[in-house]
């Protein structure tokens, strides 16, 4: 049964002469307009090289591209809902704490500061929902009763730390006009919708900051030790310069909040004598970021004080892979949101996802993923890629975790399927011409919503970002160098 297939923009191959050519004047534009990442293998903090991307923006059904986009603040508010809850997540969270350390370590400042009392009720989320078209259909054998060649589009996880490609989001769009314009094509640039995630992601941060109300306040972006992707993170900072410059942007590691900052008795997080109105967190999503105890003590010094965290602890606990299966099971969606038609638009989107914890269901999860491991990926409550389990992999992770307790740390979803795309991956010290390749793609969608477990100050859907992989790849992440960036262009 072949894979279901979209045709690419243009018709491909390009001829060899122009490719080089094209990509020749590509690679500059990347260089001088931020689509860059700096090299992890040769690291050199004055390089940056350009970041990997796909040179003609990727087919996109239109229908479905609006489905995500106005979805997007149902999803904010269900997130939301879902991070004030705290029996929920504490009901959800509870098997895999016991043997996930690092969810457990959230967990316990999470505990502490709500015993302490919280001194800022009001919180920033900055998520991105990430899907996939999913080609497989239970109309028929391969292909959508519409016979097209995906039915829709299935979640693949929404992320609520560290949301990345604000700037290379958009930035992709702009390259790839270029490209298009430099192939005689311009006209087709009106198929790839406009792209505001840069400026929508720092209305929040601005916005948040308003709230706070303090002059003389500073927003702390929270980094790692070397940031790679470190023009998408600029970018940010760039844009809220300009828009207001009085703003002052401070970056710093979580062992540097562990040594520069401290909580004046008003609980303020005070950083080069100025409060901190918003910490925004580009670090602190994966176990080697905290690797000893003053990382965890900043990580809990930063959620005791008043400044306005993205994320502050619980959405990062809502952010997790085992409240997404959470959310999947009978009636909770409905618990959250009534049992309207928003909810019936979110249950759609779900693929199988089911718990693998020590009950009647996480048994039958087991035998079904053993029967047919190709169909699912195993998944730790972890962030930032490269954790999951794949193919035939499932099977050996799950005969060996069976009667361990470790198996409640993950959950199994079913894998999607998307069409495949020709085109071309242009890499960074790549031979040019690339090879003609099969794609997948995955479209993130950005919401930003503020406010508190009672009030909500605003909710809007603001952007999208396109990341595409080689088709036989298991992940796309492009800061791993696995994925490269992309637009969509809509069919
Ligand atoms: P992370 O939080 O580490 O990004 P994800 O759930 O997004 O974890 O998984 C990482 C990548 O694995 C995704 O970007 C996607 O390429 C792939 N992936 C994850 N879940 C699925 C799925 N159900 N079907 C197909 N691919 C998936
Ligand atoms: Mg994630
Ligand atoms: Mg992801």
Redesign the pocket.
Known sequence: MSQARLAPCLQLPLENKTLVNVIEKAKDWALMHGVGMRDKKHFNKDVIQIAPFILLPSPFPKTEFMKAVELQPVLNELMHKVAHDDEFLEQTLQNALQVDEFTANLYDIWLKVKNEGISQPISLGMLRS?I?LESRCPHTENQCAKHTPYCSWKQ??I?SIASGFGHLGPVSREIQSYILRQLGHGDLIKNMPENRALSGLCSGIIEAFDLFGVLNAVVLFVVEEVSYNICDQRFHEFEISEKRPEIQIYRKTLNEIYEETELNDKKQLMLDGHPVAVVYYRSGYEPAQYPTAREWDARLRVERSTAIKCPSIHYQLAGT?KVQQALAGPGVLEKFMGSGTSTSRVRDIF?GLYSLDFDESGERAVEMALADAERF?L?PQ???????VYGSEVRDALTRMRHSRERAAYIL????LPPLVSGYMIRPGAPVPPPLVDLVS?LGIFGVIIGTKEKIYCNRQVGHML?T?LADA????VAAGLGALDSPYLL
Do not use: F, L, P, S
């Open positions: 990430d996939m693949v996880e992320n892979k693929t990926v998944k972890r962030e930032g890629g490269g954790n999951n979803m079913e894998r999607i995955e990341r992989k298991n992940e796309g992440g």
